[in-house]
């Protein structure tokens, strides 16, 4: 209390809400990749992790999309005479040769897919310029990951060109290093591609990944894989003077690129453009469920599984898969390494359906909503309770410590995140003398507050039961 010495009227406060816990973002992803440029006015954003708003300011600091080089576009007739248009990329130079394939550089595309799927806030760490060579170096991600670990709001992590660039041991490497760091600072979480080989079955890709990927039960838990590619609505960016056209039409005379079509016959020119403007790109789904998850958690929250959600901007996954396949994508005796599979249902659309981290044997860390929500809470109350570091370490204190965690638990319990009829039976909070804490620790400066929580569970398996009921009378 005041002390005063003059004569008079005096007016005091006395506080008597507890502090309030102050709930931190939970889908801020943060996307590590190459980059068209990265700058922002006169300052080099190389490696330097940037919050963007929308896919504007993305191309406004980091540049649009890489301008595919080896697209061709054969004309041909058919049995009645009519124009035939094939878009494709350009076959190899003599028989036997692979195709070529586009372009490993797809941030811009990854960021279109994050937003058309409800994403909001976002971090991009450009690790250097893309180039034609499309090479990407895990050392230069890396670094990418390594600069991230100073920013404390990004809350998901992904490499959207780690499996298009990267063999299956280094790619496998960079998602071990991201889940380090996730359990490391324990409030962000890792998103993995699952490389779609087409050489080889869905579970030969998934032993793959699998036995590349490692991390203890601890890291494991910081992450999910999902599978397969996921075929988009969008259409791959090219110059008119890199799309070559071969005309094989009887007396066709429109070969060259597709600039000089269009001064020679506007009619196949608008035709090939309607052609080029439907030759969609297949994208890894990491970007795309990170969308996912943005939206789930504003409109539902992070306690809400982010499955049995359709997918925008899709025609579908690159790869049908059933539910044989899925088995043993879900559920992973030996590894316990979970797959949340993409599948394309009748009348549903494309859905996401899985929500298993990649610790999916273990019962108290295999659901991916269980895990974020932790995420959420833990780094919530922990932000919250900065501001008792040194104050008095007695009943007074630890009353307030209680109410603040308290009240921010009854509240996640009536929106729905808790189970339990009652608080009580939801959540509790312990701390004090002979509770959490002895007398020496209060010595030492020590102050343990425990907490516990039951989170709702999404239902993965429903099981109806019918039998025949005997007749009666």
């Not at 992803?29 to 954003?45: S, V």
């Not at 939206?295 to 539902?300: A, E, H, I, K, N």
């Not at 309770?385 to 209680?402: G, I, L, M, S």
């Not at 400066?445 to 009666?472: N, T, W």
């Amino acid at each position: 209390m005041a002390t005063y010495n003059t004569p008079g009227v005096y007016i005091e406060e006395i506080a008597l809400f507890p502090p309030s816990v102050a709930q931190v973002e939970t889908a801020i992803p943060a996307f590590i990749g190459y980059t068209q440029k990265a700058k922002k006015e006169n300052d080099d954003l190389t490696l330097k992790p940037t919050r963007i708003m929308s896919l504007v300011e993305y191309v406004q600091y980091f540049g649009g999309p890489q301008d595919e080089k080896d697209i061709e576009v054969d004309l041909s007739q058919d049995s009645g005479g009519r124009t035939v248009i094939e878009v494709k990329f350009k076959s190899g130079a003599n028989p036997g040769d692979p195709s070529k394939k586009p372009s490993n550089h797809v941030m811009y595309y990854a960021l279109q897919m994050f937003f058309a799927n409800g994403g909001g806030p976002c971090y991009i760490v450009s690790v250097g310029a893309t180039s034609d060579a499309g090479t990407i170096d895990k050392a230069k991600l890396k670094l990418g990951l390594d600069v991230l670990k100073t920013e404390d709001e990004p809350t998901l992590i992904l490499f959207p060109e780690a499996i298009l660039g990267l063999d299956d041991a280094n790619h496998a490497g960079l998602i071990s290093d991201a889940l380090k760091q996730c359990k490391e600072l324990k409030d962000r979480f890792t998103i993995a591609d699952v490389k779609v080989d087409t050489s080889k079955s869905i579970a030969d890709n998934a032993k793959v990944f699998r036995d590349n990927v490692s991390g203890t039960l601890d890291e494991l838990k910081y992450g999910a894989a999902y599978y397969p590619n996921i075929r988009t609505t969008f259409p791959y960016s090219c110059k008119e003077t890199d799309v070559k056209v071969t005309d094989g039409r009887t007396g066709g005379a429109l070969s060259g690129t597709l600039d000089a079509v269009a001064t020679a016959d506007n009619t196949i020119y608008n035709q090939i453009k309607n052609k080029l403007n439907s030759f969609y790109l297949t994208l890894p789904p990491g970007s795309t469920i990170a969308g996912i998850y943005a939206s789930v958690d504003r409109d539902r929250g992070v306690w809400k599984a982010p499955a049995n959600i359709p997918v925008s901007n899709v025609v579908g996954p690159d790869v049908k898969v059933t539910d044989a396949d899925q088995d043993g994508l879900n559920i992973d005796t030996t590894a316990g390494k979970s797959i949340n599979v993409i599948r394309a249902f009748t009348g549903k659309g494309t859905l996401v359906w899985g929500a298993r981290t990649l610790a999916g044997n273990d019962n108290e860390w295999r659901y991916v909503p269980v895990r974020r929500f932790f995420n959420m809470v833990e780094e919530s109350i922990k932000k919250a309770t900065y501001q008792f570091v040194f104050e008095p370490n007695d009943a007074n204190t630890w009353v307030k410590v209680r109410a603040m965690i308290e009240n921010y638990l009854t509240i996640l319990w009536r929106q729905g995140a808790l189970t339990g009829s009652k608080p009580e039976q939801a959540f509790y909070v312990k701390v004090g003398l002979n509770q959490t804490m002895t007398a020496q620790d209060i010595l030492d400066g020590y102050m343990y507050v425990e907490i516990g929580m039951a989170v709702v569970r999404p239902a993965e398996f429903i099981v109806l039961k019918f039998s025949h009921k005997m007749q009666e009378g």
